[in-house]
Structures are given as structure tokens and as C-alpha cells.
């Protein structure tokens, strides 16, 4: 990357003509790469020419120490119709692309899409053919103007300074606020730094670079959407008189954690997306399961709050008040639910879910 | 110890009943040794009388574990007719009579003789109980006689208290009668002497050895501030249960149907005594007239420029003492919040808070269901209210329930009143009453 860096600027000071090295153009050579897990090139080898053989065996053209390689496990040979690649005798097979082949199968290699992985027992290999389109070059982070790279995490952490600022004010007398302010930036920022921390340790242990940048910016989107989510349904819970939509805010938040986990993952696993998509969908579902069961034993409910709790200012009421009389009237079905609570036994009161609320 | 512990706590938790509501910080029970100069003064020569005339009729109440020799609390009683028949308080044989299959009953007299003895009435409500000597066949006993109810005491008159406190021995303690109790909703006597635990369900007498009351609490915040049940209460309890055959026990469908009188007539006592007026300079906020139950009230000022706010709280002295736990009583209170120092969003915030930090569990799942709620935005004549009902029903007292009620004002942006109104154990027809009235009672001036 460096090189490149380095040779780009110099090209178009020198005239066309001149830029023209004297010593004959490199032919392009097919590359063979060698992948690491995680998705990085481990050690390149240029290919001089067909067929190449792969295999444990010291005289295959790819030497391999895979254990769960054969020791002649594939061969690509050049044909008449392009590539052709030779699935050998072997246990575990060929992956080439999202195709598997077993021993003895083989398939014609595209050379003009992109370029193709070919996964052998645990080997990963990527091979690149001279008529293969490049993608384009991707930009240095350092590269992108400043309003880009942090435009979008200053203005999350705006966001939620301005949010954390606000219920601080909220929750504190006007002649503790400003204390209460610099203990709550205080704590916050550590908070911040130790869980980013904490992300960014992982990441460098698995993919050799921190990602910090990446982790604070998917904690501070998080924390935005967490904020708002901790006044949204409360108030429309309590404009629209609709006790069950901050009763059941919860499965909200878990949402916005199974979200923000699985952003944090794809910097520690990043070859791995629909992995990690199924481990943060899992981990809602069984968060959201365990917190119903919870308030069912809790409290004989699924909701988390026993009734809705949250005042906001007169004016933002849009629900119509009624006459005592109805609202009292409306008691009238619970004496039978309560009756048949009675007559449950404490243990079965608090056995699996026998209240249908 | 355990015997001592079980002893308190069978006084304790009906004498914790009138001390609910205390002025000064509820002092330590009286631990027994220090309590014997004060329980136990050095009798005068009426004391001595009235001890040794009454000495033969005097008993102490054991509750022992079924098949074991250990006893699990002690109480006091007297004989009260010749055949037996001894009075006592309802809290010293709860255990016998709620949980008959693990509780026996035992008498033992001043001489130290023992033998069973059987529930043959229960007074729930005045915290009484009639028992039969479990050996009167062809046994002549020395009965206590009752002071008549037309001959009233002067306040003053020195009573006197026998018992077996703590399990120490039989004792006299002297006192005072000072009248009845202000605003109990039962008639209950101010005995101005010390109980100690262990004298419950003993007799109080006067100068001529007649029972006056029967011992059953005492403030803990207090000094020598105890109580008694009055006699015509045992005189009517003997005259509705002494040909009785034993209480069928476990005694559930009687505390209930006594529970269900009760709760009749607190619902109508309560809805006829109304409400005081000017409760608050905005609003009618409902203030119990303070015929049977005690108000207090207090201000606060924030001294961080925050929010102002005053509370009133009234509560019951009386409860019905219902074995394990206690029932059928009504407290209202109420917290007017000012907040215009603050604006109207920080407002918002602390009057959501305390909105929010409300409790509507009272029992254990074991006695109690957990709440059912309904909740309504309410118009009280334009004023709008925020309101939350809930209710709970007792496991082991079938049709009664337990009524919470929060409401909060929503009329201005940064001030408001928050009230909550309680009842122990009413039908659900009253619990629907009692709603109504309490939120009824809110309003605009």
C-alpha cells in the first residue's frame, strides 16, 4: 500500500513517453494468495505458467502443510475452454467459490469475473488471473477529507453529550447541576474509553488492528438510539394513554444492544457477517425469552412495569380523560382473574405460565 | 430464646400496630432484664390483694409445636366461669387456631399445673378468643368476675395488670385508667401502666378484683402507654360462645366472616365522615375527617433551589390482627409538589419519579395474589388526572381484597398533587365504592 502511495504522485509529473520504463513491461502473471482466517494474504507466489497442483506432497507446485489436505489434492490445468479445475482424490473436497466439489469432479474457472477462493481442508486460497477486473482502490481513512471520517462521530457524540447533558439538568437542582454535569462527563467518558477499550483489545488479538475509531463510533450511534428510545415510548405511552408501549420498551433496547454487539463483532471477526448476524439475532431472542419468563415469575406479567409511570408535561397528553364512574366500572372483570390468582397455590402462582394476562 | 423472640413478637405485632404512626422514634422493646424494676414495682398492699385473690384464676397460654416438646409463643389468660371457660387474646392462640395441624394449646396455672385447652370462639375484630380447659369434666374452676359495664371508671383509678410476662412468671404490674383511646375505631382502654410481652390476653383489674380489660398492646415509642380490650367485649364473646362446641379449626371461614363485618362497617364509617375541607389552596385534595384514623403532615423546602413539596398522611391505629399478617385498614395520603423554581420539564421528571417509585405489593405470595391494575387518564370536572388502580386478593380469605389507589393532578406544567389511598381486606363491591369516593373527592376549588 505504501509503495503505491508512494509511486502514484511521481506519474503524472513525468511526461507519457518517458514514464515508459526501459527495461520490457512485467508480463501479467496469475497470482496465487494464501489466505489468513481472518481474511488477509499471508504469502503471494506469482504462477509461472499451467498446470498447477496442489497438495501435502513436496512435489505439488503449492506445497501445503494442512493436515486436512491430500497429498495430491487439486490441479488446475489449462484447456482449450479456458481453466479447468480437477478435484483429486481427497476426503474433504474442493470450495471453490460458494460451489463444493467432491474427489474426481471438476469445474471450468471463470478468468474474467472476480477473483476466486478455492478453501481446501483449512487452507483458504485466493487466485488472481491476469484478465480479472480490478477493484477500485480503496482510500486510506487518513486519505478522506475530515468532515467524513469525523463527521459522523462528532456529530453522535454531540448527540449523546447533549442527551447525557439533558438528563443530567432533568434529573439534577439548578444548584447541583453543575457538579452533577462534570461528574456525569466524568463517568460517561470513561465509560466510553474503557468499553472502547475494551472492544479495540479484542479486535487488535484477532485482526491485528484496533478499530478503535470503529468501536467508538458504533458505541456513540448506539447510545444515540438508546437515548432516544429511553423518552420515545415512554412518551407516547403516556400522550396516548398506551401503557403497553413502555411496558414493553424493553424488547426495544435489546434490539438496539444485539445491534450494537453485532457491530462490535464484525471489527473482531470481520470475515464471519452472517455468523455474527446469527449470534446477535440469537442473543436478542433469548434476552427478550428470559426477560418475559423474568416478569412472569416476577410479577405474574410479561410486561416490566406494573403500571405506566410516566408524567411529562399536561400539555403532551393527547388521550381523552374519562369519567371516574366508567373507570371504576372497568375494575369489574378483575375480581374473577383475581379470584383464580387466589385459588393458585404459591407454587403454582410462581410455576411457568399459568396467568394469561 | 427462640420461646422469648416468639413471645415479643406475638405482642409486638399488634402493639407495632398502634405504634404505626409515631411522634418520637419507636424506642428498643424492653429487653426482659431491664424490664423487671419497671414491669414489676414494688406492690402495694391492694396489689398484693388483688394478686393473691386472683392468683387461682390467672393462666398462662402456651402454643406448643404438635409432637414436640417446644413451645412457639405464650401468652396469658383467665378463668372466667366455673366450667372452664378462660379468656384470652385472639394473637396468643392464632397459631393453634389457623394452624391446627402443627399447634396444640396448653394451660398452666400459678401452681404450675398443665393441661390442653380448645379454641371455642374467636373476636377477631376486638382481638379476643374464648377457650375451654381441655380437662373441666367434673372440675369446678375460679372465675374472674367482669366489671359491669354501667359502673365506668374514673380516670385515674388505679388498675392492675396480671400476666405471665415473658415467660418469667405471673405478675401484677400497676397503672391508670385513662379512658379510651382517642380515635381507635374499636373502643380499646389507655391502660397507663407497662406491658411487657407474654402479659397479652391477661386480665386488668380494679381495686375490687373485677376484669376492667383485657392486656393486648403497648406503644413501643412510648412509656407505659398500654392498651386493653374492654370487658363487655369478653362479656359478649362468653355470652355468644360458651355453650359452643370447639371452633372448627383451621379457623379460616371464621376471620373471614368476621373480616367481612368488618370491612362493611369500616366502608360506611369511612364514606360517612367525609372529607375535610381545604385541603389545598388549588384543589380539593381528599383529607380524611379524623374520626378513627390519625393525620400527620410535614414541609419541605429544597435547598438546592429544587422542587417544595407537602405531605399528609393519615393512617388507622387500628388493624386486624389476621395471624400472619394484619388487615383491614385504610390510610390516605397525599404530597403537593411545587416546583416552579424548577420549570415545567424538571417538574416532569420528579413528578414521573415519584409517580414511579410507588410499591402496590403488601404480602407475600404465600397469603397474597400480586396486583392487578387498571389505569386512566380521569376528568374530574376539567381537572385531569393520571390514575392507577390496583387490587389484590387474599389467598386464604376468600372475597376480600386489598385496594390501592394513585393519582396524580395534570393540570399545570410545574405543579401538582400526588395522592394514594389504601384499604386492607374489603368485598369488591366496597373496594369498587371506596375507589369512587376517594377519587371522587378531587376536584377544583
Known amino acids: ?357 | 430464646m427462640k420461646l422469648r423472640l416468639r413471645a415479643l413478637a406475638a405482642l409486638l405485632a399488634v402493639a407495632a400496630l398502634v405504634g404505626a404512626r409515631a411522634q418520637v422514634t419507636p424506642a428498643e422493646p424492653v429487653a426482659p432484664g431491664a424490664a423487671a424494676p419497671e414491669v414489676l414495682p414494688t406492690p402495694s398492699p391492694s396489689a398484693r390483694q388483688v394478686y393473691e385473690r386472683s392468683r387461682s384464676q390467672l393462666v398462662q397460654i402456651r402454643t406448643v409445636l404438635k409432637g414436640r416438646a417446644s413451645q412457639t409463643s405464650v401468652g396469658s389468660g383467665f378463668f372466667v366461669t366455673k366450667e372452664g371457660h378462660i379468656v384470652t387474646n385472639f394473637h396468643v392462640v392464632s397459631q393453634a387456631a389457623l394452624k391446627p395441624e402443627r399447634h396444640d394449646l396448653v394451660y398452666v396455672t400459678a401452681d404450675g399445673r398443665e393441661a390442653p385447652a380448645t379454641i371455642l370462639q374467636i373476636d377477631v375484630l376486638h382481638d379476643l378468643a374464648l377457650l375451654r380447659a381441655g380437662d373441666a369434666a367434673g372440675r369446678s374452676f375460679d372465675a374472674l368476675g367482669l366489671r359491669p359495664e354501667g359502673r365506668t371508671l374514673a380516670q385515674g383509678e388505679r388498675i392492675y395488670s396480671l400476666g405471665n410476662p415473658l415467660d418469667v412468671g405471673f405478675a401484677v404490674t400497676e397503672g391508670n385508667y385513662n379512658g379510651l383511646v382517642r380515635r381507635s375505631f374499636y373502643p380499646q382502654i389507655f391502660f397507663g401502666g407497662a406491658l411487657s410481652a407474654g402479659m397479652s390476653g391477661g386480665p386488668a383489674l380494679d381495686q375490687d378484683g373485677q376484669v376492667v380489660g383485657i392486656n393486648v398492646a403497648r406503644r413501643v415509642d412510648g412509656e407505659q402507654v398500654s392498651f386493653l380490650v374492654p370487658a363487655l367485649f369478653a362479656q359478649a364473646l362468653i355470652a355468644r360462645g360458651r355453650n359452643a362446641a370447639p371452633l372448627e379449626v383451621p379457623a379460616y371461614p371464621t376471620l373471614t366472616a368476621q373480616l367481612q363485618a368488618h370491612q362493611a362497617e369500616l366502608t360506611e364509617r369511612f364514606i360517612q365522615q367525609g372529607w375535610k375541607p381545604q385541603t389545598h389552596p388549588r384543589y380539593s385534595v381528599p383529607v380524611p375527617v379524623d374520626e378513627f384514623m390519625r393525620c400527620w403532615g410535614g414541609s419541605e423546602v429544597s435547598r438546592t433551589g429544587g422542587m417544595d413539596l407537602e405531605r399528609s398522611d393519615c393512617v388507622m391505629d387500628t388493624q386486624i390482627f389476621a395471624g400472619d399478617f394484619s388487615t383491614g385498614a385504610i390510610s390516605v395520603r397525599h404530597e403537593s409538589y411545587d416546583g416552579r423554581k424548577i420549570g415545567a420539564l424538571r417538574f416532569a421528571a420528579r413528578h414521573a419519579l415519584s409517580f414511579r417509585n410507588e410499591s402496590f405489593r403488601r404480602l407475600r405470595a404465600e397469603h397474597q395474589t400480586p396486583p392487578l391494575c387498571e389505569e386512566e387518564f380521569l376528568d374530574r370536572k376539567g381537572l385531569a388526572l393520571r390514575a392507577v388502580i390496583c387490587l389484590r386478593a387474599y389467598k386464604k380469605l376468600p372475597q376480600l381484597y386489598d385496594l390501592s389507589v394513585l393519582v396524580a393532578t395534570l393540570d399545570q406544567p410545574s405543579a401538582g398533587v400526588q395522592g394514594r389511598f389504601d384499604a386492607q381486606g374489603l368485598s369488591f363491591a366496597n373496594a369498587q365504592r371506596l375507589a369512587r369516593h376517594y377519587l371522587e373527592a378531587y376536584a377544583w376549588n
Not at chain 1, 12 to 18: F, K, T
Not at chain 1, 83 to 96: D, E, I
Not at chain 1, 189 to 214: D, E, N, P, Y
Not at chain 1, 347 to 354: A, E, H, S
Open chain 1, 1 to 357: 500500500m505504501e509503495l503505491n502511495a508512494a509511486a502514484a504522485p511521481q506519474a503524472p509529473e513525468l511526461p507519457a513517453e518517458a514514464a515508459r520504463p526501459p527495461v520490457p513491461p512485467v508480463e501479467a502473471l496469475p497470482l496465487l494468495e494464501l489466505l489468513d482466517r481472518d481474511g488477509q494474504v499471508r504469502q503471494t507466489q506469482r504462477l509461472a505458467g499451467w498446470p498447477l497442483a496442489i497438495g501435502r506432497a513436496l512435489d505439488n507446485h503449492l506445497p501445503l502443510s494442512d493436515p486436512h489436505v491430500a497429498p495430491h489434492h487439486l490441479r488446475i490445468d489449462s484447456g482449450p475452454d479456458g481453466l479447468v479445475l480437477h478435484a483429486l482424490a481427497s476426503r474433504n473436497g474442493v470450495a471453490v467459490g460458494k460451489r463444493r466439489l467432491r474427489a474426481g469432479e471438476s469445474c471450468a474457472l471463470d478468468a474474467a469475473g472476480a477473483p476466486l477462493e478455492i478453501g481446501i481442508g483449512r487452507t483458504r486460497l485466493r487466485l488472481r488471473l491476469p484478465g480479472q477486473a480490478l477493484a477500485d482502490e480503496v482510500p486510506l481513512a487518513a486519505s478522506l477529507p475530515g468532515s467524513r471520517r469525523f463527521g459522523p462521530v462528532l456529530a453522535a457524540g454531540a448527540l449523546v453529550f447533549a442527551g447525557l447533558s439533558f438528563n443530567t439538568w432533568l434529573e439534577s437542582d439548578p444548584e447541583t447541576f453543575w457538579r452533577a454535569l462534570g461528574a456525569m462527563l466524568l463517568s460517561a467518558l470513561f465509560a466510553i474509553a474503557v468499553w472502547c477499550g475494551l472492544w479495540a483489545l479484542l479486535s487488535k488479538t484477532f485482526t491485528r488492528q484496533a478499530h478503535f475509531g470503529w468501536h467508538l463510533k458504533v458505541m456513540l450511534f448506539a447510545s444515540v438510539v438508546w437515548l432516544a428510545l429511553s423518552v420515545v415510548p415512554d412518551l407516547f405511552a403516556f400522550a396516548l394513554s398506551w401503557p403497553w408501549v413502555s411496558d414493553f420498551s424493553f424488547v426495544a433496547a435489546y434490539a438496539v444492544i444485539a445491534t450494537a454487539l453485532y457491530f462490535h463483532l464484525l471489527a473482531v471477526e470481520p470475515a464471519r457477517p452472517r455468523l455474527l448476524r446469527a449470534v446477535a439475532g440469537a442473543g436478542f431472542v433469548a434476552a427478550v425469552v428470559l426477560a418475559l419468563w423474568f416478569n412472569q415469575q416476577r410479577s405474574g406479567r410479561y410486561g416490566a412495569e406494573l403500571y405506566m409511570s410516566h408524567l411529562f408535561p399536561p400539555a403532551l397528553r393527547v388521550a381523552r380523560p374519562i369519567p371516574v364512574d366508567r373507570f371504576v366500572d372497568k375494575l369489574a372483570p378483575l375480581q374473577a382473574q383475581l379470584d383464580k390468582k387466589a385459588k393458585e397455590t404459591p407454587l403454582d402462582g410462581g410455576g411457568d405460565d399459568d396467568g394469561e394476562e
